[in-house]
């Protein structure tokens, strides 16, 4: 019972990366928007990065 | 008139005789007439002689010390291994361990045809035993062999301990006495269990199959249920093992797979140039510069991942990007920032350095279409001239998945190994043999 519980569980595995991959989906977390409108094309600032308030790291040792 | 073979020798049929015991009156039933040695009354506990015809007393008490009732009682028919056994006998016996008395229940089992064999119990735990057939080959050299041989296959030594008969009932194919001391040694092989039983008159070698008791309860027709099973039994087999060596060998199948995926995943991954061009920061300009988008693009093919690599040439530096990777066409886009930053020098320890001059980002499942790039630069207040390369690369394959995977693929065999293992170390906790302890506190 376990071997056929492990094969089913390996092929949902191996199928779930062959799909992950197929669809190129990918680990890096990102924000996803819509509408975005196309007069950013022509006046770039008036879109805000969700990201533009990250505190930059200014280290090293 | 045809010349035959001499006609078939039929074995005995089961005689049942009826007596009553010479010391209460109390009638005594006997099974294995002629095949049982001793046989104990029910109601004044005397054993008597089983071959003699008036039932000689061989034991009796003042009192009953202590009693037992069996759990199938006697005369209780069922089939073990494709033949009907009566249950004539019953017995308890036990051990002393540091103190602790652990005492267990022996049933004799009888048919006419097969003879005798036994079934025990011990807190839930029940074993079918029949006498060895073959003598078991031990090593002799050591007082107690560490291990024994039967039948081709390997018994490792489980406990030796001085067993008393505590209480008896029904028929024995032995001068049975309550008092009798024994000197048990058990070798196990899960789900089999080789038993040494050594009397001042003789060594006598049995052979048992471990048996749920739920399967003893069929067997009987008793009713309700049998007593639960407490702990783990010196031959109780581990419901996982025999599967593990089945499951790392599945493994190592799927994994197998895994990497003819990932392979051919890499050769046929397009890895197609989109775009590349080139940025400069030069000193003075402010640290927050205006945004930007760059000339258009086209991704073609299937929907697809797109990298998104980054490379500059920081030194003790660092340039962040906000990008935002947007499709002209239907407004969706993906927004996310990324640093490039790398850092070196020299200290007492030596060389160091950390981050690095280049990075890569993959956008996941990204249409075809035309796409342009939004890239908000940040820098240090006092940057030096800083120049850097935005590419674009369509259809690339992350080998995170196949990380995820193979860990993924690993949890199970790795569960089930340190579950039967946790099983063997219960079990040879009860030994005579005990595992060394993972942990050690200072206590210990």
């Avoid at chain 2, 119990?121 to 079918?128: I, S, T, V």
């Avoid at chain 2, 790039?373 to 120049?387: A, F, G, T």
């Avoid at chain 2, 595992?435 to 206590?443: A, C, D, G, Q, V």
Wanted: glycine fraction near 6%.
């Amino acid at each position: 019972m376990f071997r056929r519980l492990y094969l089913l569980y390996g092929v949902l595995v191996l199928g779930s990366v062959t799909f992950a991959e197929y669809r190129g989906w990918s680990l890096d977390s990102m924000n996803q928007l819509k509408n975005v409108p196309k007069s950013v094309r022509d006046n770039p600032g008036s879109y805000r990065s969700v990201y533009s308030s990250y505190h930059h790291y200014t280290g090293g040792k | 008139m045809s010349v035959g073979q001499p006609p078939l020798q039929l074995p005995p049929k089961p005689a049942v005789k009826a007596l009553n015991c010479p010391k209460c009156g109390a009638s005594i039933t006997l099974r294995a007439l002629g095949q049982a040695v001793a046989v104990v009354c029910t109601s004044c506990h005397s054993i008597l002689d089983a071959k003699d015809p008036h039932l000689q007393i061989i034991q009796t008490f003042e009192r009953i010390t202590s009693t037992d009732a069996p759990l199938i009682p006697l005369g209780t028919r069922g089939k073990i291994r494709g033949t009907d056994y009566d249950v004539i006998g019953f017995q308890r016996r036990s051990i002393k361990v540091e103190g602790i008395r652990y005492a267990w229940h022996e049933y004799v089992l009888f048919n006419p045809y097969k003879g005798f064999r036994y079934l025990t119990e011990y807190q839930g735990h029940w074993n079918d035993v029949a006498i060895c057939k073959e003598q078991p080959i031990v090593d002799t050299r050591f007082r107690i062999s560490l291990e024994a041989n039967y039948l081709g296959e390997e018994y490792k030594h489980f406990q030796t301990a001085d067993a008393t008969t505590d209480f008896v009932l029904g028929e024995f194919p032995w001068e049975v006495r309550v008092g009798e001391q024994a000197t048990l040694t058990d070798y196990v092989h899960p789900p089999r269990v080789l038993s040494r039983e050594k009397t001042s008159a003789e060594i006598t070698w049995s052979i048992g199959e471990y048996l749920p008791g739920k399967d003893i309860w069929s067997t009987f027709h008793l009713a309700g249920d049998p007593p639960e099973a407490i702990g783990i039994y010196e031959n109780q087999p581990c419901p996982v093992s025999a599967n593990i060596k089945t499951l790392w060998m599945t493994f190592v199948g799927f994994a197998v797979v895994l990497c003819v995926l990932m392979i051919a995943f890499e050769v046929h991954a397009k890895r197609e140039p989109v775009f590349h061009t080139s940025y400069q920061m030069n000193p003075g300009m402010p640290a927050g510069e205006a945004s930007f988008v760059t000339e258009p693009f086209e991704l073609t093919g299937r929907t697809s991942s797109v990298e998104i690599s980054t490379s500059a040439a920081v030194q003790n530096n660092w340039i962040y990007l906000n990008y935002a990777l947007i499709n002209q066409d239907t407004g969706e886009a993906w927004d996310f920032g990324r640093e490039v930053s790398f850092y070196s020098g020299y200290d007492s320890d030596g060389s160091w350095s950390e981050g690095a001059q280049s990075d890569s980002v993959v956008v996941p499942s990204v249409p075809a279409g035309h796409y342009y790039l939004r890239i908000e630069p940040e820098v240090d207040r006092n940057h030096p001239r800083i120049v850097y390369t935005v590419e674009v690369k369509r259809d690339v394959p992350v080998l995170g998945f196949y990380a995820i995977g193979f860990l993924a693929l690993l949890i199970p065999p790795i569960v089930l190994t340190w579950r039967s293992l946790s099983f063997e170390r219960a079990r040879w906790a009860e030994s005579d043999h005990p595992p060394s302890p993972i942990l050690k506190t200072e206590s210990d």
